[in-house]
């Protein structure tokens, strides 16, 4: 196991201080910190090799290439996929959605067809769909979340027909920690022939993720959660499905030869990545890959659920002032911790979450307030929004007891 403490020392922004106190960094779920591996890699290959991919014979373009296709065997492994050319490079999870929703989406959507999300999704996994139905005259079928805040899935499964195309499901909410028991859900969509796309920008950050044993056929996800760069993100697609799909965007690279009046697409995974990439970043990607491979993705599960029972032990205390915790199967102090991973939102009545932050940041602890891309969950919640801590593997119990101080003075000053 390894010692948060110590790991801390590799992460060269958390030794700054924020308002004269030192940082205490609770918003990984909107992005994580990066080590000096990433960022001494970005500067590697800026001084030493800057050269465009799959373009050129001269050295540095070769390992610019080798380099960038190295990160797409990485992730391959990562994932547990079965070729490279199942690993798609865009710039986000929410790009890689974009892909499906079009690429597949056009082709494979007609009127009357159904789309089926739950009412848990980030905007980035809903509003996609919501464009598809509009377009193609379908219809988007929305998971119900329970009184516990676990999804329905009784209802999922009655919700499901020969009309469903494609379920489109978040591996883990950003709001609340959850993890839908998604083996299920998986093979229920198969049994009527849907396609199910998983939206992991949450959780391959936080558990191993094996696309063989899920059995999904697409996976989503982006670098800059995982202690990679901003501006890389990668869809995963079984290869037959991809092969069949049309390229998304449309330039060069993405073509093997062009006429006048017509071209013809590249092999996999090319046909979907037009124009230059961002090399710098996804050579990058690679160092945040072998930096949590170091760390044991298992090792951050056990981690992160110690810290989320912690922080949950010590803000349960606060009930009595209004602080209400939004977490699946949680009755005072009490809940299934095996459903839901590092991530606490909560409330406090009478005092509006970005004025809970603001005090939060007054003491050195970064947290986030809002709706977190998540507005019709929250409105569900009957709330404007939330404040939200969101721990990972660099987070210490010390860290949690410096967001107690926060929260301590917070309700002294508003109350
Ligand atoms: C569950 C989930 N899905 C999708 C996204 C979108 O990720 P990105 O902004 O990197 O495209 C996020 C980002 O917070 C997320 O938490």
Request: charged share 25%; with cysteine; aromatic share 10%.
């Amino acid at each position: 196991m390894f010692d948060p403490k110590k790991v801390k020392k590799d992460f060269p922004i958390l030794s700054r201080k924020i308002n004269g106190k030192p940082l205490v960094y609770l918003d990984n779920a909107s992005t994580s910190q990066k080590p000096k591996s990433v960022i001494n890699t970005i500067s590697n290959y800026y001084e030493n090799f800057n050269s465009n991919t799959h373009r050129g014979i001269h050295t540095m373009s070769e390992e610019a290439t080798i380099a960038y296709e190295n990160t797409r065997e990485h992730v391959m492994k990562f994932i547990n996929a079965n070729l490279p050319k199942e690993i798609i490079f865009t710039r986000n999870t929410t790009e890689a959605i974009n892909l499906v929703a079009y690429s597949w989406g056009e082709e494979n959507i007609k009127s009357g067809d159904e789309i089926i999300v739950s009412a848990i999704e980030h905007h980035s996994n809903l509003v996609p769909w919501q464009e598809l139905c509009r377009r193609k005259n379908a219809t988007l079928k929305i998971i119900p979340i329970k009184k516990d805040l676990t999804l329905d899935l009784p209802a999922y499964e009655k919700m499901l027909s020969k009309k469903t195309k494609l379920v489109s499901i978040t591996a883990m909410s950003n709001v609340l920690g959850y993890m839908p028991d998604l083996s299920k859900i998986i093979k229920a969509a198969h049994k009527v022939g849907a396609l199910v796309l998983v939206d992991a920008a949450q959780s391959v950050a936080h558990l191993p993720t094996d696309v063989k044993k899920l059995d999904c056929d697409f996976l989503a996800f982006s670098s800059h959660k995982m202690l990679g760069p901003t501006g890389v993100g990668v869809l995963y697609g079984k290869y037959e499905i991809l092969s069949d799909m049309n390229p998304f965007m449309f330039g060069g690279d993405m073509v093997k030869s062009v006429e006048q009046h017509k071209a013809y697409w590249n092999d996999l995974p090319w046909k979907f990545e037009a124009g230059t990439p961002n090399i710098a970043d996804v050579i990058a990607f690679d160092a945040a890959l072998t930096y949590l491979e170091k760390i044991g993705l298992e090792n951050i599960h056990k981690h992160d659920q110690k810290l989320l029972k912690y922080a949950v032990a010590k803000f349960s205390k606060y009930e009595k002032h209004g602080v209400s915790l939004i977490l699946p199967t949680y009755k005072s102090a009490t809940f299934d911790s095996s459903q839901v991973s590092s991530i606490l939102s909560f409330s406090i009545k009478g005092i509006h979450p970005h004025d809970i932050a603001t005090i939060f940041n007054d003491e050195g602890v970064a947290i986030r307030s809002g709706y977190h891309c998540s507005q019709p969950l929250i409105e569900h919640l009957n709330l404007s929004s939330t404040a939200r801590m969101s721990f990972y593997f660099y987070n210490t119990k010390a860290d949690i007891d410096r967001a107690e101080i926060a929260l301590k003075k917070t309700i002294k000053l508003f109350k």
